[in-house]
Antibody, heavy 119, light 109 residues
Framework: EVQLVQSGAEVKKPGESLKISCRGS????????IAWVRQMPGKGLEWMGI????????KYSPSFQGQVTISADKSISTAYLQWSSLKASDTAMYYC????????????WGQGTLVTVSS | QSVLTQPPSASGTPGQRVTISCSGS????????VHWYQQLPGTAPKLLIY???QRPSGVPDRFSGSKSGTSASLAISGLQSEDEADYYC??????????FGGGTKLTVL
């Protein structure tokens, strides 16, 4: 079973940068894809992008391309979601999740990281 | 506006059978498998059905999925109070990204 542990809640100001993390099970981290999913307050799930830590192949949603950066460090079994300049509209819960293939269902999910952006 | 269309709400009484639809297009549901997620209040989503009709280990057989053409459905039989949750369909789109439905809030009356 894969376990995903996400970094803690963040409170940031508009314009600030942020990098949140998702740490996976050490033994199999390079054998599956990791997706990032946004959920704005009271809203539905939005797919942001996905990365294969084994070779860092990354795919982005057109809605998030250029707005965020997805990366991974397989040496420490961790995936990241990064913003260079946060906006108030980035306030949301962010989940990471694993998939056997990029087209597969997401079978394991992190607990979520709440990001609040407010002046 | 989500790429996959779901009814915003559904309801049923305990013991009833409820279905939730998910409508897409040839570039997503028509070309790839559909997955369903259950999100209980205040928790992370959980994979309920994958590859159109497969249940992960531990998911009761009261939950079933089907797909036909560019549409899919999730059926819940023997409805229970603990099934009250938000349900989302998802599929890979040939434009090289995954898409979710807007979600359906299921109320058990």
């Amino acid at each position: 079973e894969v376990q995903l542990v996400q970094s803690g809640a963040e409170v940031k100001k508009p314009g600030e940068s942020l990098k949140i993390s998702c740490r996976g099970s050490k033994n199999s981290f390079t054998n599956y894809w990791i997706a990032w999913v946004r959920q704005m307050p009271g809203k539905g799930l939005e797919w942001m992008g996905i990365i294969y830590p084994g070779d860092s192949e990354t795919k982005y949603s057109p809605s998030f391309q250029g707005q965020v950066t997805i990366s991974a460090d397989k040496s420490i079994s961790t995936a990241y979601l990064q913003w260079s300049s946060l906006k108030a509209s980035d306030t949301a819960m962010y989940y990471c999740a694993t998939a056997e293939k990029h087209t597969s269902g997401y079978d394991y999910w992190g607990q979520g990281t709440l990001v609040t952006v407010s002046s | 506006q989500s790429v996959l269309t779901q009814p915003p709400s559904a309801s049923g009484t305990p013991g009833q059978r409820v279905t939730i639809s998910c409508s897409g297009s040839s570039s997503n549901i028509g070309s790839n498998t559909v997955h369903w997620y259950q999100q209980l209040p205040g928790t992370a989503p959980k994979l309920l059905i994958y590859s159109n009709n497969q249940r992960p280990s531990g998911v009761p057989d009261r939950f079933s999925g089907s797909k036909s053409g560019t549409s899919a459905s999730l059926a819940i039989s023997g409805l229970q109070s603990e099934d009250e949750a938000d349900y989302y369909c998802a599929a890979w789109d040939e434009s090289l990204n995954s898409v979710f439905g807007g979600g359906t809030k299921l109320t058990v009356l």
